[in-house]
């Protein structure tokens, strides 16, 4: 049974409270995705510099990721007991924390406490991405995919924010690359933190703390393994480049500031489209859209073969961008259209979990693809993810149903 069909449907807020709602969650993930951004853009490089054995270079990252996958559930459960600002707030602060530990590791040159660091970094992003849905609560149902995409468009500032960060921090305690900037990060999460003291959601009712129909019931409906075998697929193959990417880049001999530059654009790329997905899923559907994703997904990897100039590994970030907004923000919507109001949390992070799970499969694969081989095999190897999850579009019966409409 999806939404549309059960018997109890979700409270509408005043549109003024949606609207400040709306306003505060996209500020707060332009926030959020610059810390990320960060994360990402110095990873590998200090991974690099701290780890005795140079395939670890990307442990950072991975650890990242699995911070994520470890902490959604927790957050999911915060959030049903205690309402979605308690576990912003309890994100953000780990937002704090990640920065702060981070310099503190840069300093004193301990690789393992920089995981430790990633790891939390990853805590708040798993909370940062309950922002998307909690978008869509109390907003009547024929303007979720809308409100949703318009909250992952604040990803664009984060990209012309995370980058520069960089740029214009790294430097500043020259003893110490980056431990400048992991401070600003810190200060950043901070901000976040009072953005979101001002959100204004129902407190959970009695219903969502019970949590509804089983889980194993509602996962089992064709569009739920649909829509996690997409957002997984798309999620995961983002990351598997772009955690990549920066090191491929200077071992190619580019500079910092050109992996900087395309991580931005990578970012921007991300989210901009986010403005119109919503109603480009309204118009044609969430299964299209999705296709349209891998597809781009499946271009950025084939222009990452045709060489490794800088203009290549620009391309190749931007259309990655593009595939991943289109996939991930498509299966998010398809998510929305399986649960009841009161099951919300427990399915939203259920999906995430196992997304974000296979994630950290793809992110822990990359580091060592390129340590072992070359960019070349990381760009073909992503093609089977995408092939499996081209052909359980073509399989599962309501996306195809929808595709053929």
Known sequence: ???????????VLPDHVQRGNITRLTVAQALA???????YATGAIVGHHLASNKALATLPISIFVVGMAASILPAGAIARHHGRRAAFLAGTGCGVLVGLLAAVAVVLGSFWL?????????????????????????VNPSKRARALSFVMGGGVAAGVVGPQ?????????????????????????ALSAWV???????????????????????????????????????????NFLMTAAPLAMQMSGHSQESANLGLQWHVIAMYAPSFFTGRLITRFGAGRVVVAGLLLTGLSAAVGLLGVDIPHFWLTLVLLGLGWNFGFIGASALVLECHRPEEKTRVQSFNDFIVFGTMAVGSFASGGLLAAYDWNVVLWV?????????????????VNTELAA
């Open 33 to 39: 995705g610059a810390n990320s951004v960060v994360v």
């Open 382 to 398: 992503s093609f089977v993810p995408l092939a499996l999850a081209l052909a359980a579009l073509a399989l599962t019966r309501p």
């Open 1 to 11: 049974m999806t939404t549309a069909q059960a018997p109890r449907e979700a409270t």
């Open 114 to 138: 920089f995981c430790l660091a990633t790891f939390f970094g990853g805590a708040y992003a798993a909370v940062v991405l309950s922002f998307r849905f909690a978008a869509a609560d109390g």
């Open 165 to 189: 960060l960089v740029t214009y921090t790294m430097d500043l305690w020259p003893a110490h690359l980056f431990a400048a900037t992991f401070v600003a990060q810190a200060a950043v999460a």
């Open 196 to 238: 979101l003291l001002g959100v204004r959601l129902p407190m959970p009712s009695a219903a969502e703390v019970a949590g509804g129909r089983p889980l194993g019931l509602i996962a089992r409906q064709p569009l739920f393994i649909t829509a996690v075998i997409c957002g997984a697929v798309s999620y995961m193959l983002m």
